[in-house]
């Protein structure tokens, strides 16, 4: 077990250092050259041949490479131009915000899909599965920003049920993470019970059975414990997928976390900004990938093994 | 042998399931008919203001006789009109990133499972950085930081959408390397690229086709998404992202400016999806899965 750990935490620093590589190239590629990018469009000619030399940008690239690896090490991104302040430090008071957001759509994701789909393979071919399998195609098929748009002019226009952007209170997130949660919910839904099926007809579905259990019994008794291997999976590469799409949730619902925070950046070329939150995000999700590689390996006794 | 069967024998084979491939197709043809008619029908000027017909409800007239069937937005103009060259940007944007995407993707996948050793490593490495990031972060990234227009807009779509063809592709050729008459081909003195060309990738095709479906589904709502945050194609050329997020303000009095173009949008993708799913079905290989 423990040497699996090693492999899998060298593996996840390989991906760091590429993805650390690739922000790199992206930002050397870039029109108008990092420090005129980092300073921003009025910086005059001394203050970008300053930082040019400061940054070391005037020597060979293997160099700055190095440099910006070891400063990449150290959680130094240098300063927003805009924000006055560290960029990491602007990131990482946003932070909070964003994993606020992502872990409440996470949790109803999960909780509604889970029961969606225990139903739905439980009793396959019953109204709930078939409801559930339309409402799994189009929840995927609606643009995120748009469910949050109807949902605002219903919940909040309408009905005025809810505030329609900004954050604060517990009324705050519903909306942001009832968008969120949505396509989510669907993956999981479908997996739970397609996982949910295949265990039901496994030969120890069919000796709780014989032992007397009914099938309620044998469905939440062994079968879910089973069919969460693969939702677990699902659930941690997904995150990813969360994370990028709480990006423009954040933008309809004027939630003040990363999301928001990257795409002003972006628009107003504040690379500190963008590096710093591009990078801190990769990291989260390789150490999300990392966690959930573990805990799939201490629930699944055959991957710990090899075997399966 | 089944496997050497084409692509089109499969799909007529299959005709007897009617309605499942057909109305998809049908609507995903009526999207393509209008995006490439529509424009040279209607005269739409995207840039043009009319202030005096602000803000018109479905249905009703504007000021210079005609109809606005899904209304106006705030500077004026028809949003039927805005819906229908949206049509053509998300269709055309979306064509050629998948394009690429697959071309580069089947290239890339084809080659990594062909020769293996560490050209296979370091290019899996390079898919497993490449996910490390959510797809729309990196469209982002790229979208934001680099000019606007039409290249940057498909450069950064295509970035990432071209790792699932490489996967496929990758796993296709594997199995495939082993079979008897690439091993005898190889034997035979066959060079790589011949090998490629003729005994791998014609196997390789099929799975890309269903793949390439659902990857178009799924650009066309990145593509909207960019759009809506400001940062796809430049205002000058309608988009559906660009509408919903200009209807955003207006939410309250004007709700079918945001609303119509998510519909458009929906309805397409729903389409594309279902048809992809009866092309993965044909076509065989499982298309992108969560695992």
């Not at chain 1, 006055?84 to 990131?91: H, I, Y």
């Not at chain 1, 963008?274 to 150490?287: K, R």
Request: some cysteine; aromatic content about 6%; glycine content about 10%.
């Amino acid at each position: 077990m423990a040497r699996m750990v090693l492999r899998r935490l060298a593996s996840a620093l390989v991906v760091m250092w590429g993805a650390a590589s690739l922000i790199f190239v992206v930002i050397r590629l870039a029109p108008g050259g990092p420090a005129l990018v980092l300073l921003g469009p009025d910086a005059s000619r001394e203050e970008v041949d300053a930082l040019t030399t400061r940054l070391g940008l005037d020597r060979s690239l293997p160099e700055q490479y190095l440099h910006y690896l070891l400063d990449v090490a150290r959680l130094d991104f240098g300063d927003s131009y805009r924000l006055d302040m560290p960029a990491m430090e602007a990131v990482l008071s946003r932070l909070p915000a964003s994993l606020e957001l992502a872990a409440t759509a996470a949790v109803i994701a999960v909780c509604a899909g889970l029961v969606l789909g225990l139903v739905a393979g439980y009793r396959r071919g019953g109204i709930v599965d078939r409801v559930t399998s339309a409402l799994t195609i189009g929840l995927q098929a609606f643009p995120t920003f748009w469910v949050g748009i109807m949902l605002i002019l219903v919940f909040a226009l309408v009905l005025r049920l809810l505030p329609s952007s900004g954050a604060g209170t517990p009324q705050h997130i519903i909306l942001p993470a009832v968008t969120l949660s949505l396509p989510f919910t669907a993956i999981v839904a479908r997996l739970t019970r397609s996982s949910v099926v295949e265990e039901m007809e496994e030969p120890y579905a069919a000796t709780a059975r014989a032992k007397g259990l009914n099938d309620r019994q044998v469905l939440l008794g062994h079968v879910l414990r089973n069919s969460l291997t693969p939702v677990l999976t699902v659930v941690a590469l997904q995150l990813g997928a969360l994370i990028g799409g709480a990006v423009v949730v954040e933008n309809v619902f004027a939630w003040p976390g990363l999301g928001s925070l990257i795409v002003s950046a972006v628009s107003n070329r504040d690379y500190a900004v963008v590096q710093a939150a591009a990078l801190t995000i990769a990291g989260i999700i390789v150490l999300l990938n990392l966690l959930a590689d573990l805990a799939t390996a201490r629930l699944d006794p055959r991957i710990r093994v090899g075997a399966g | 042998m089944s496997e050497q069967i084409g692509v089109m024998t499969r799909l007529r084979a299959a005709r007897k399931h009617g309605a499942a491939l057909w109305i998809p197709l049908g609507i995903v043809a009526a999207y393509v008919v209008v995006a490439a008619v529509g424009p040279l029908v209607i005269g739409y000027d995207h840039v043009a203001t009319a202030v005096a017909d602000r803000l018109l409800s479905p249905g009703s007239t504007t000021s210079d006789g005609g109809t606005a069937w899904l209304g106006t937005d705030g500077l004026g103009r028809d949003v039927a009109s805005q819906i229908v060259y949206g049509a053509r940007t998300s269709l055309i944007i979306a064509t050629v990133a998948v394009t690429i995407s697959a071309l580069v993707g089947m290239t890339v996948g084809a080659l990594a499972g062909l020769v293996g050793g560490w050209v296979d490593v370091v290019l899996s490495r390079i898919v497993d950085v490449l996910l490390t990031f959510p797809g729309v972060l990196l469209a982002i990234v790229v979208a934001g930081l680099f000019a606007r227009g039409l290249p940057t807009v498909i450069l950064s779509l295509s970035i990432t959408a071209w790792t699932p063809f490489a996967r496929v592709a990758r796993n296709v050729t594997l199995s495939i390397k082993e079979r008897e008459w690439v091993s005898a081909a190889r034997l035979m003195g066959v060079r790589r690229p011949a090998l490629l060309v003729r005994h791998v990738l014609p196997f390789v095709v099929p799975p890309m086709v269903a793949m390439a479906t659902l990857e178009f589904a799924l650009v066309v709502l990145a593509e909207a998404g960019l759009s809506f945050l400001g940062i796809g194609l430049p205002s000058g050329t309608p988009s559906w992202g660009q509408t919903v997020a200009n209807g955003k303000e207006y939410l309250a009095t004007a709700w079918w400016i945001s609303a119509f173009p998510g519909i458009a949008l929906f309805v397409l993708v729903v389409s594309v999806g279902l048809l992809g799913d009866q092309l993965s079905a044909r076509l065989g290989r499982n298309r992108r899965s969560p695992l």
